[in-house]
């Protein structure tokens, strides 16, 4: 199993430009989730996923959209980047599908710049 | 997480001595409690985790301990050694699934 496969490892936009942060698993897990870590702080919940077709908001959904048309895929998008949208960005899937008996699994994270 | 306190944010302790972590919930839903570490530009990976059904799991130099009266739970590591230096984040769950992690606490283990 590859795991949790957060693509790309690094980006860098200007101001204004969208993309999309992928995330895909190949363990079957239910629930998915994305979190930003600024520098020197925790993680904060941007958007999760109970399950294939279900999203839900996190702490800090403001500037991103996800969908979640397949158990195996959760993107995230930022719609207009701004520069407070610095961050690592870290994608996890658990196997329970509200995450409230079984741990998280985390891709190896995306650094994204935005200028 | 709002929900979620860590005390201490940083630790700095003498290799050999041990650490302990304290994480204080609000939920009282909560009956899975792990405790994850995030070694310098990786990402954070599970160490140990416990139910609600224990009062205290060890694995190793690793252990973690439950009050659930109290609503805290905390990380006990021992004979600390340098790859022990790393931030330890705590996340009991809330009854929605939306995890929140405290704030963590950044531990360095001195020579």
């Known amino acids: 199993n590859a795991g949790v496969t957060q693509t790309p490892k690094f980006q860098v936009l200007k101001t204004g430009q969208s993309m999309t942060l992928q995330c895909a698993q190949d363990?079957?897990?239910?629930?998915m989730s994305w979190y930003r870590q600024d520098p020197g702080m925790g993680l904060r919940l941007i958007h999760y996923?109970?399950?294939?077709?279900?999203?839900d908001q996190g702490e800090v959904p403001n500037g991103y959209n996800v969908s979640r048309s397949t158990t195996e895929d959760f993107p995230l998008r930022l719609l207009s980047a701004a520069p407070s949208q610095t961050s690592v960005y870290f994608c996890?899937?658990?196997?329970?599908?509200?995450?409230?008996?079984?741990?998280?699994?985390f891709g190896n994270g995306t650094r994204l710049t935005v200028t | 997480g709002e929900n979620v306190e860590q005390h201490p944010s940083t630790l700095s302790v003498q290799e050999g001595d041990s650490a302990v972590i304290k994480c204080t919930y609000s939920?009282?839903?909560?009956?899975?409690f792990p405790w994850y570490k995030q070694e310098l530009g990786k990402r954070p990976q599970l160490i140990i985790d416990?139910?609600?059904?224990?009062g205290e799991k060890k694995d190793q130099r690793i252990a973690v301990t439950l009050n659930k009266t109290a609503k805290h739970f905390s990380l006990h590591i021992t004979e600390t050694q340098p790859e022990d230096s790393a931030v330890y984040f705590c996340?009991?769950?809330?009854?929605?699934?939306?995890?929140?992690f405290g704030a963590g606490t950044q531990v360095v283990v001195t020579p």
């Open positions: 996890a899937s658990s196997y329970s599908s509200t995450a409230t008996n079984s741990p998280l699994h």
């Open positions: 363990m079957n897990h239910e629930y």
């Open positions: 996923s109970v399950g294939a077709g279900i999203t």
């Open positions: 939920d009282s839903a909560s009956n899975y």
């Open positions: 416990i139910r609600s059904n224990v």
């Open positions: 996340t009991p769950p809330d009854s929605w699934g939306k995890l929140q």
